[in-house]
């Protein structure tokens, strides 16, 4: 495309007003210049803003609408950053200075009352997106001397770095190898805890900072620095002083002293020496007494000293590096900092093997540059935009040639999209706004099940954020079994994570056999206790009533008289050992042409045959029931009903022994009750 085609190439406007009228006449105005896009509500448009974020140019947008209006509109694209890529314009007719105040409030870029005039409409317009323009334009501007500032920054304290290891006989390589390992290090201590509260921007300081961990030995003499032999005691106590010149440069750094890379320098410099035992110099601190970044950067000086070679020394194997580390043989260290290493052993020599100048300090400066954009100190470029826009259209060939139905649910506005091959196979639209009372959480999933999954995803933690469940789903009128996996998403709002939604995929397991045969066995069946649930009990017994010609079966219902004390006084964990404690005694104690099963809660049924001899089989059983779990003394009330009376009807068998189940109930319970005792 050339140029001058692509700056008539028109721009999208999306356009949000519950009136159609007014829809359109806003359209009449703007449409040979822009390509419009309408919403009839705040929801309708967060889910064009979903898809086709960083297409909108402008956003007019009215206040008083049905389902959510202007100001919950705004609200939720301050929560999503949406306001930061899009100008929004609100036209109303409520001209209160309170609704004005809190437009701007919101971020609106502008406020036009109706009735409106088209040349002020048009007029308005193009002011804000040429605005809005200019000041993403000065956005880059400083994005470019924010970079630029970054790389002269790192380049200074390289070469101060450099100038200390070319005295002392080394390569500049042990700075880089600092670098790279503490940033290794310190990425591992975040992922496995976070009482040291370090945060990625920490990261970043820390891992400049180390660079300086030596610079007090520029004021050692060269004779102690290059010494190939053994160094004397009084040669070692001048050696040991670096620390203490380092920190005392640091230190008088004029008006500097407070910057939070001087502050970290010093902590490194002073104490990168110091032992977990209190065994090192110079100031003998122990434990956390030392600084963590002190901590740190020391485990990384003393793996790159013994896995590099030095004048009085040959370099040890990293297999060699780490086993000498972990034994103490070269101080103590915090056992934390021990796991990290040992955790992470195998994939250290390897990044040290691929390290380069080049690659660590323009990995190190976009690093910097995306924690700015995360922290919300910059705003997405055009080329992250087609990159995006490269992702997007990757992942949606994938999708389709995997055929699996993926999907993305968010909290703000709650919200689900679709794959474009997911919609197209399940007849949905890609967007699904309110998702719970949709057709997807109330026919693909049963609502219980849809409600169930977004409860077990919102429960997952940012360490542990992935789930994998099984659901018999409707697609298309067909029942089949899925594979659900889904992957929680959080952003970090100071710090502490918040949970904002899930993507995930519907993997169709209807050919894997084995899978499906156990699903289904499971699926008969009460998870807690084992028993049959009474979805397969009313099935199966309903299969034997039919058969039989003498009708000589009972079936006994029954529960846990004053259960809830056990919940009460115990608690629910103990309460469901009870249950299990009592599904026990039933699968020991009844034969295997008998079917029991845990109704729900505290309830169950036993159908079994009879010869003639119900009350001794009932007996039998009611008394093996009343016993006692630790110290809560078990007993139940029970109902029983002759097949012989049902007239081969499940429902009219289960509604005779709950008759009789509550007379016993009522009859004082620890009793049980016969339906034909009238």
């Known amino acids: 495309m050339s140029q001058k085609e692509n700056i008539r190439e028109k721009k999208k406007i999306l356009i949000v007003d519950d009136s159609e009228i007014n829809r359109s006449l806003l359209s009449d105005m703007l449409s040979s210049e822009y390509d419009i896009i309408e919403a009839e509500n705040g929801l309708e448009a967060a889910g064009i803003l979903h898809q086709q974020e960083y297409m909108i140019a402008l956003m007019l947008l009215d206040i008083v609408m049905p389902v959510m209006d202007g100001f919950e509109m705004l609200a939720v694209m301050n929560q ?66 924010i970079m630029e500032k970054e790389r002269e920054s790192r380049l200074m304290v390289d070469i101060l770095s450099n100038i200390v290891e070319f005295r002392n006989g080394e390569s500049g390589l042990h700075v880089l190898h600092i670098r790279m390992l503490t940033e290794f290090f310190l990425k591992r201590l975040l992922e496995k805890t976070d009482q040291f509260g370090i945060s990625r921007t920490d990261i970043s300081l820390i891992t400049n900072a180390s660079a300086l961990h030596d610079i007090g030995k520029i004021a050692i003499p060269s004779r102690i620095l290059n010494k190939s032999g053994k160094l004397t005691d009084e040669e070692f106590a001048t050696m040991k002083t670096h620390t203490l010149e380092g920190a005392k440069l640091l230190q008088s750094v004029p008006m500097r002293e407070n910057e939070p890379l001087v502050k970290l320098s010093y902590q490194i410099c002073r104490w990168h020496h110091e032992r977990y035992d209190g065994r090192g110099y110079p100031d003998g601190l122990k434990g956390d007494e030392i600084p963590i970044a ?76 995306e924690r700015m954009m995360e922290a919300d100190k910059l705003n997405v470029s055009d080329r992250t935009v087609k990159l995006l826009e490269h992702e997007r259209v990757k992942y949606q060939f994938f999708a389709e040639l995997s055929q699996e139905i993926q999907f993305e649910y968010t909290t703000v506005p709650e919200m689900l999209s679709l794959s474009e091959w997911g919609a197209k196979f399940l007849q949905m639209p890609e967007t699904i706004l309110n998702p719970k009372e949709s057709d997807f ?62 993507i995930g995929k519907m993997v169709d397991i209807h050919e894997d056999v084995e899978t499906i045969k156990h699903l289904r066995l499971m699926a008969d069946y009460d998870p807690l206790t084992g028993l049959l649930n009474h979805k397969s009990a009313r099935a199966q017994i309903s299969a034997h009533l039919s058969d039989t010609e003498n009708g000589k079966y009972i079936l006994l219902l029954f529960d846990l008289d004053h259960f809830k004390l056990a919940n009460d006084t115990y608690g629910h964990l103990f309460g469901d050992e009870v249950l299990k404690f009592v599904a026990e005694i039933i699968k020991n104690n009844i034969r295997s042409m008998d079917i029991a099963a845990r109704m729900g809660g505290d309830e169950f049924l036993v159908f079994m045959p009879h010869k003639d001899t119900i009350e001794a089989q009932v007996k039998r059983i009611f008394g093996l029931l009343s016993s006692k779990y630790q110290d809560f003394q078990i007993s139940v009330s029970m109902g029983v009903s002759d097949a012989k009376d049902s007239g081969g009807d499940y429902d009219t068998l289960f509604r005779m022994a709950d008759e009789a189940l509550y007379r016993a109930k009522r009859g004082g319970r620890n009793k049980y009750c016969f339906y034909w005792d009238e």
């Open 80 to 145: 999503n950053g949406w306001i930061k890529s899009i100008p929004v314009i609100m036209i109303s007719a409520e001209t209160v200075p309170a609704y004005v105040d809190r437009a701007y409030d919101l971020g609106v870029q502008d406020y036009i009352s109706r009735p409106f005039d088209e040349r002020i409409v048009q007029r308005r317009v193009v002011n804000t997106i040429l605005l809005f323009a200019k000041q993403k334009e000065l956005e880059y501007m400083v994005t470019d001397q």
């Open 441 to 502: 959480g109330t026919k693909v999933f049963s609502e219980a099940d849809f409600e169930s999954l977004l409860s077990k995803v919102e429960a997952t933690t940012p360490k542990e954020p992935v789930l994998e469940e099984h659901y018999l789903l409707n697609i298309n009128g067909m029942e089949r079994w899925h594979r659900v996996i889904v992957r929680s998403m959080w952003e970090n709002n100071n710090e502490s994570p918040v949970y904002t939604g899930a």
């Open 294 to 369: 002190a901590q740190v950067v020391a485990l990384a000086d003393v793996y790159d000293a013994l896995t590099s070679e030095r004048v009085y020394k040959p370099a040890f194997p990293h297999e060699k590096a780490v086993e000498m580390i972990l034994n103490n043989e070269c101080g103590v260290f915090n056992p934390i900092l021990m796991e990290c290493l040992r955790d992470s052993a195998e994939f250290l020599q390897e990044e040290l093997e691929t390290v380069s100048r080049k690659q660590n300090s323009q990995e190190e400066l976009w690093g910097t540059v």
